[in-house]
């Protein structure tokens, strides 16, 4: 995200600042915790994490890849080594774009910082005098440019090579280039997943899975057990809407049971839930099973990332749509940089290539976050730009900026300190204490 901060906060002024991880996750692609459970209104189902690859079906619409209260524990020390350093790289590739950009033009460059707050470690570049560090809050980092109001910038204040002083498009260009180097990443990571361990692909098979039963429901009551697959009804929203349309009235239920040839036949009577449909108190999946496509050749592998990389960005913009649309009711399923990381150790847990799409998904929902036209985003930045453009060159006058984006990045700020402290109070093991 990139910002333009007052000298009060912690990056120093005159520079262009990233918090990827306080929101860079609300509805995902992430199936980990899709849960559609009978006893509220349905969620749509998940898009393919691993979409099809070879003449696909588009998904339906995301849902959340968990609530506060599902989030997978911090278990493994290795896990979450893995996440972290997933997530520091697309914080790297962010502020990275940002910094090509700039000096690719001869603009000047004072400081690039992984982090915020006080310094960890540091080096000084000889050539540029830039310096490099890692600051102890790892909400982001950012890119500082030299400022020739503040007392220790011994530029002059007219120097081409100033960012402020350069033209718009140049400034376009540089605010710009770390949404454009998020985009390219995640292409390159599905590339290289086609040419390496293959896209997972899902084929569909009959029936809807049930991947838990809540003891004492009505669905246990029964007899359904976890695991069991539903050949009555054809797909999770048709299960569903029969459930939740007869509350308690016999429904009969074919079911295919691991180690059974014959199909059982089971009568469930769903409960009275308090809005007055049925729930049976279970979770609900598509079924299918997971196979590999590896690319043969470039070609080949330009074409399914292509096609992968596609379907990833849809189902992330209409995640992210129906966020905003329904944002009441989804508020709670944004996450944090603690529930983000805790997501990606549960994906290196079941599988370490899951990585590549982990990552992908991450940095097309950080791309698709910073287009957002608000003050402390990169969106809200060429939004200011624009409107500079629009007066004919004339600059937006400093004060009213610097009010704009403070306050923009005061906002995001408390609202990532909050998700830390919410996401890390909702992780299992912390709940066990």
Same mark, same amino acid.
């Given at each position: 995200?990139l910002?333009?901060?007052?000298?009060?906060?912690?990056? &120093?002024?005159?520079?262009?600042?990233?918090?990827?991880?306080?929101?860079?996750?609300?509805?995902?692609?992430?199936?980990l915790?899709?849960?559609?459970?009978?006893?509220?209104?349905?969620?749509?189902?998940?898009?393919?994490?691993?979409?099809?690859?070879?003449?696909?079906?588009?998904p339906?619409p &995301?849902?959340?890849?968990?609530?506060?209260g599902?989030?997978?524990?911090?278990?493994?020390?290795?896990?979450?080594?893995e996440?972290?350093?997933v997530?520091?790289?697309i914080?790297?590739?962010?502020?990275g774009?940002?910094?090509?950009?700039?000096?690719?033009?001869?603009?000047?460059?004072?400081?690039?910082a =992984?982090?915020?707050?006080?310094? %960890?470690?540091?080096?000084?570049?000889p050539?540029g005098?830039?310096?490099?560090?890692?600051?102890a809050f790892?909400?982001?980092?950012?890119?500082a440019f030299?400022?020739a109001?503040?007392?220790?910038?011994? =530029?002059?204040?007219?120097?081409?090579?100033?960012?402020r002083?350069?033209?718009?498009?140049? /400034?376009?260009?540089?605010?710009?280039?770390?949404?454009?180097?998020?985009?390219?990443f995640?292409f390159?990571?599905?590339?290289?997943?086609?040419?390496?361990?293959?896209?997972?692909?899902q084929?569909?098979?009959?029936?809807?899975?049930?991947?838990d039963? /809540?003891p004492?429901?009505?669905?246990?009551?029964?007899?359904?057990? &976890?695991?069991?697959?539903?050949?009555?009804?054809?797909?999770?929203?048709?299960?569903?809407?029969i =459930?939740?349309s007869?509350p308690e009235?016999?429904?009969?239920?074919?079911?295919?049971?691991?180690?059974l040839t014959?199909p059982?036949?089971?009568?469930?009577?769903?409960?009275?839930s308090?809005?007055?449909?049925? /729930?049976?108190?279970v979770?609900?999946?598509p079924?299918?099973?997971?196979?590999?496509?590896?690319?043969?050749n470039?070609?080949?592998a330009?074409?399914?990332?292509?096609?992968?990389?596609?379907?990833?960005?849809?189902?992330?913009?209409?995640g992210l749509?129906?966020t905003? %649309?329904?944002f009441s009711?989804?508020?709670?399923?944004?996450?944090?940089?603690?529930?983000?990381?805790?997501v990606g150790?549960?994906?290196?847990?079941?599988?370490?290539d899951?990585?590549?799409?982990f990552?992908?998904? =991450?940095?097309l929902?950080l791309?698709?976050?910073?287009?957002?036209?608000? &003050?402390?985003?990169?969106?809200?930045t %060429?939004?200011l730009?624009?409107v500079e453009a629009?007066r004919?060159?004339?600059?937006?006058?400093?004060e009213?900026?610097?009010v704009?984006?403070?306050?923009?990045?005061s %906002?995001?700020?408390?609202?990532g300190?909050?998700?830390?402290?919410?996401?890390?109070?909702?992780l299992?093991?912390?709940?066990?204490?």
């Open positions: 995200m910002l333009r901060l007052s000298p009060q906060l912690h990056p &120093p002024r005159g520079c262009y600042a990233s918090l990827p991880l306080s929101f860079a996750l609300s509805h995902s692609t992430l199936p915790s899709f849960s559609a459970t009978s006893s509220s209104s349905p969620s749509p189902p998940p898009p393919l994490l691993f979409s099809q690859t070879h003449n696909p079906p588009r339906h &995301p849902c959340a890849f968990a609530s506060p599902l989030l997978p524990s911090l278990e493994s020390f290795q896990s979450v080594i996440a972290t350093s997530l520091t790289a914080i790297v590739v962010h502020e774009g940002h910094f090509l950009a700039a000096t690719l033009q001869g603009i000047h460059v004072s400081k690039f =992984i982090g915020f707050g006080p310094v %960890l470690a540091r080096f000084v570049y050539k005098g830039v310096e490099y560090s890692v600051r790892p909400l982001g980092g950012f890119v030299p400022d109001e503040d007392p220790d910038c011994n =530029i002059p204040a007219d120097d081409p090579d100033l960012l002083n350069r033209p718009v498009v140049d /400034r376009v260009f540089v605010v710009s280039a770390g949404v454009a180097a998020n985009i390219a995640a390159f990571l599905i590339f290289a997943q086609s040419l390496t361990t293959g896209l997972p692909v084929e569909p098979l009959p029936g809807v899975l049930v991947p039963v /809540r004492g429901s009505a669905a246990s009551r029964s007899g359904l057990l &976890p695991g069991d697959i539903v050949l009555s009804s054809p797909s999770v929203s048709d299960l569903v809407d =459930i939740k007869n009235k016999s429904i009969s239920l074919k079911i295919q049971r691991g180690g014959d059982l036949d089971l009568k469930i009577v769903p409960d009275l308090p809005d007055g449909t049925g /729930r049976i108190g979770q609900l999946s079924n299918f099973r997971v196979t590999r496509l590896k690319a043969k470039l070609a080949e330009t074409n399914f990332a292509t096609r992968e990389f596609v379907a990833l960005t849809g189902s992330v913009f209409e749509k129906q905003f %649309l329904n009711q989804s508020a709670e399923k944004v996450s944090g940089p603690v529930a983000i990381i805790a150790a549960e994906v290196a847990k079941s599988s370490a899951g990585l590549f799409q990552a992908a998904v =991450i940095n929902n791309a698709a976050m910073n287009l957002l036209p608000l &003050p402390a985003l990169d969106g809200g %060429l939004a730009l624009l629009v004919g060159g004339r600059r937006i006058p400093r009213v900026e610097q704009i984006t403070s306050l923009g990045v %906002l995001v700020v408390m609202l300190l909050f998700l830390i402290v919410r996401d890390t109070l909702n299992d093991f912390i709940k066990m204490l």
